[in-house]
């Protein structure tokens, strides 16, 4: 069974960088695909950047060039490092994993960008 818990959340002023943590247990970590989503007030989830084992990124159009992806294989860890952010930035940050299908989440950590 796979557990993934975040980290690193907080509030910041719009301009401001946060990293976020997710760290995993379980024995497929390393040839899973990784990532954070985002959820804001009213709205659905939305991916905002994942990495494959295969390290194949892929970033919402609104943080590109601001957002980094990041994994450590022998610490079973993802990170997100965001940068330049905005207030409409602001959401829960969940962490994920996807294994052929089957998805695993963190339980979230909330990120508020003011201006």
């Known amino acids: 069974q796979v557990q993934l818990v975040e980290s690193g959340g907080g509030l910041v002023q719009a301009g401001g960088s946060l990293r976020l943590s997710c760290a995993a247990s379980g024995t497929i970590f390393s040839v899973s695909t990784v990532g954070w989503y985002r959820q804001a007030p009213g709205k659905q989830r939305e991916l905002v950047a994942s990495?494959?084992?295969?390290?194949?990124?892929d970033y919402a159009d609104s943080v590109k060039d601001r957002f980094t992806i990041s994994r450590d294989n022998a610490k079973k860890t993802v990170h997100l490092q965001m940068d330049s952010l905005k207030p409409e930035d602001t959401a829960i940050y969940y962490c994920?994993?996807?294994?052929?299908?089957?998805?695993?989440w963190g339980q979230g950590t909330q990120v508020t960008v003011s201006s």
């Open positions: 994920n994993l996807r294994f052929y299908g089957t998805n695993y």
């Open positions: 990495l494959t084992h295969y390290c194949s990124t």
